[in-house]
C-alpha cells in the first residue's frame, strides 16, 4: 500500500511529482470506468443485502431442514471471482444455458445477445447477477453470526404483543443487528470497489472498471506510476466509503421499540 502511494506520487526518474494523478484523470476512459464501477456498488449491494438478510433469516429460523440450506448458500463461497465470471458467461453468451433454455421454452425463436459490447445495460445486469450469486454467501454469514446474537427472549415478547413477522424485522432485529450490517457493508463495498475478475470474464473490454484500468496500465501500458495512480484511488475510495458508513451507522446500545 505504501508503495503503491510512493509510485502514484513519482514520475519515471523517482521524483515527486502529481503526473501520474493528472494523467489518470485524463485518462480517455477514467469517467467511465469510475461511473461503472459506482453504478455496480450502488445495484449490487442493496440487493445483495436483501439477499442475504433474507437467507440469514431462514438459516437462524431453526426449524427442520435450516442446517441444509446453510450449505447450499454457502456454495458460492467455495467458487472464485474468476470462476464465476466464467460460469455466468456461459449462460448469458449467445449460445449459453440461458438462450438455450428461452429457446426450449419457445419464449426466443433466436437467441437474444445479452453481451453485447452495444448494450451496455445487460453487460451491468450480467455482472450484478454473477457478483450475487457468488458474493451474497459472505454478507450472509455475517449476518447469521449477529442474528444468534439476539436474545431469543426479544423475538418470543414481539410475538406476545403480536408483532407480525415484518414487525419484528423492522423494529427487533434490524435495530440489533446493526453492528453485523455496518461490518457487512463496509467489507462489501470496499470488495465492490476491486471487483475485476467477474467483469473481465462477462465483459471483456467491453466494459471498464477501476480496478481492469489499473490492470491495464500495468499491464499492457507498462506504466505503473498510472496503474498506481488508480490503485491509490481505489483505497481512497475505500476509505471514504468506510467513514460514511461508520458516520452513518453508528453502532451503539440499541433499544427495541
Known amino acids: 500500500?505504501?508503495?503503491?502511494?510512493?509510485?502514484?506520487?513519482?514520475?519515471?526518474?523517482?521524483?515527486?511529482?502529481?503526473?501520474?494523478?493528472?494523467?489518470?484523470?485524463?485518462?480517455a476512459q477514467f469517467s467511465e470506468a469510475l461511473s461503472t464501477t459506482?453504478?455496480?456498488?450502488?445495484?449490487?449491494?442493496?440487493?445483495?443485502?436483501?439477499?442475504?438478510?433474507?437467507?440469514?433469516?431462514?438459516?437462524?429460523?431453526?426449524?427442520?431442514?435450516?442446517?441444509?440450506?446453510?450449505?447450499?448458500?454457502?456454495?458460492?463461497?467455495?467458487?472464485?471471482?474468476?470462476?464465476?465470471?466464467?460460469?455466468?458467461?456461459a449462460i448469458f453468451t449467445e449460445r449459453g444455458w440461458l438462450n438455450s433454455f428461452l429457446e426450449g421454452v419457445g419464449l426466443l425463436e433466436r437467441p437474444f445477445i445479452f453481451l453485447s459490447y452495444q448494450e451496455r445495460g445487460w453487460l451491468i445486469f450480467a455482472i450484478v447477477v454473477a457478483e450475487a450469486?457468488?458474493?451474497?454467501?459472505?454478507i450472509m454469514i455475517i449476518l447469521v453470526a449477529g442474528l444468534q446474537g439476539i436474545p431469543r427472549d426479544y423475538l418470543e415478547a414481539a410475538d406476545v404483543f403480536g408483532a407480525s413477522g415484518w414487525q419484528k424485522?423492522?423494529?427487533?432485529?434490524?435495530?440489533?443487528?446493526?453492528?453485523?450490517?455496518?461490518?457487512?457493508?463496509?467489507l462489501r463495498t470496499i470488495l465492490a470497489f476491486q471487483v475485476f475478475a467477474t467483469v473481465i470474464a462477462i465483459a471483456?473490454?467491453?466494459l471498464t472498471v477501476l480496478s481492469s484500468e489499473a490492470y491495464l496500465w500495468y499491464s499492457s501500458y507498462r506504466d505503473s506510476h498510472v496503474a498506481a495512480a488508480y490503485a491509490a484511488f481505489i483505497l481512497i475510495l475505500s476509505v471514504i466509503s468506510t467513514i460514511?458508513?461508520?458516520?452513518?451507522l453508528p453502532v451503539h446500545e440499541e433499544r427495541v421499540t
Do not use: C, H
Open 1 to 27: 500500500m505504501v508503495q503503491a502511494f510512493g509510485l502514484a506520487f513519482q514520475d519515471a526518474g523517482g521524483n515527486w511529482s502529481a503526473d501520474s494523478l493528472r494523467r489518470m484523470v485524463a485518462d
Open 38 to 89: 459506482l453504478i455496480l456498488i450502488v445495484v449490487i449491494i442493496p440487493v445483495q443485502f436483501a439477499l442475504a438478510l433474507a437467507m440469514a433469516l431462514v438459516v437462524n429460523a431453526r426449524l427442520k431442514g435450516a442446517g441444509l440450506w446453510l450449505y447450499i448458500f454457502a456454495i458460492p463461497l467455495g467458487v472464485s471471482e474468476l470462476v464465476a465470471g466464467i460460469v455466468w458467461f
Open 133 to 138: 450469486w457468488r458474493a451474497t454467501s459472505i
Open 169 to 186: 424485522v423492522r423494529r427487533v432485529i434490524l435495530p440489533l443487528l446493526r453492528p453485523s450490517l455496518q461490518v457487512a457493508l463496509i
Open 204 to 206: 471483456g473490454q467491453g
Open 244 to 248: 460514511l458508513f461508520l458516520w452513518l
